[in-house]
């Protein structure tokens, strides 16, 4: 079971496991986010994919984690480099927490003995719920809840944790990953505006991996910097 937001990392993540013989089962979440578009590029990728794929509706779960960029629309999301301090406000409070949970509840039902999520280490200074220290705690949780239940040797997979996102952008060159069908921008505009931290760190991971970036983005505003 693969947390898949129809973002670079996710993508990459289904591509490996699948190129590793890994029968892969998606789950996206609909929490309100701004950039709520992403849903349509997994659709997109999971039709490709030829994988189950399910979006499961966490819109009135959004309402209530006010407060960041992303979910709540008087907070403006932040432009510049993705390690500024200003890219905080774009932390949801505990979102990977929840949508691990709902994934292994989803994954113990169907007896599936892995869930799976993208993080890398780029997300570690921003957002906790990327940590290792996290990924070892949120594994122990689910393991106790579900003890009885669970399949045997069931775990967390992160195959990215230790990685930077040039490393993930290499890796998904190399399993021919359709890059221009994935969303990253918090915007959630026509195109990926390439001025927010996730942009920016989109098109610094291809330059730096040395891969051509196929994203469509729009064109710097006078006095922005790209």
């Given at each position: 079971m693969l947390i898949f937001s129809g973002g670079l990392d996710s993508a990459v993540t289904a591509y490996k496991l699948r190129d590793e013989g890994v029968v892969v089962n998606l789950i996206s979440f609909n929490y309100g986010q701004r950039h709520v578009k992403e849903l349509a590029h997994a659709a997109s990728l999971a039709a490709r994919l030829d994988v189950a794929h399910d979006i499961v509706d966490l819109t009135s779960l959004g309402q209530i984690l006010g407060g960041s960029a992303l979910t709540d629309p008087t907070v403006p999301v932040p432009h510049g480099h993705y390690r500024a301090e200003t890219m905080r406000s774009t932390v949801v409070a505990n979102r990977n927490a929840i949508m691990l949970e709902i994934a292994a509840g989803s994954?113990?039902?169907?007896?599936?003995?892995?869930?799976?999520?993208?993080?890398?280490?780029?997300?570690?200074?921003?957002?906790?719920?990327?940590?290792?220290?996290?990924?070892?705690?949120?594994?122990?949780?689910i393991k106790a809840g579900n003890e009885g239940h669970i399949a045997p040797?069931?775990?967390?997979?992160?195959?990215?944790?230790?990685?930077?996102?040039?490393?993930?952008?290499?890796?998904?060159?190399?399993?021919?990953?359709?890059?221009?069908?994935?969303?990253?921008?918090?915007?959630?505009?026509?195109?990926?505006?390439?001025?927010?931290?996730?942009?920016?760190?989109?098109?610094?991971?291809?330059?730096?991996?040395?891969?051509?970036?196929?994203?469509?983005?729009?064109?710097?505003?006078?006095?922005?910097?790209?």
């Open positions: 994954a113990v039902a169907l007896g599936a003995d892995a869930v799976a999520f993208g993080a890398h280490s780029g997300d570690h200074a921003i957002y906790p719920d990327c940590r290792p220290e996290f990924f070892t705690l949120i594994q122990a949780s040797g069931f775990q967390l997979v992160a195959p990215f944790l230790d990685l930077t996102k040039a490393d993930i952008v290499r890796e998904g060159a190399r399993l021919g990953v359709p890059f221009g069908l994935t969303w990253s921008c918090y915007e959630g505009g026509d195109v990926h505006c390439g001025a927010c931290g996730t942009c920016v760190e989109r098109r610094e991971a291809f330059a730096e991996a040395e891969v051509a970036d196929p994203t469509v983005y729009a064109p710097p505003q006078k006095g922005t910097v790209q």
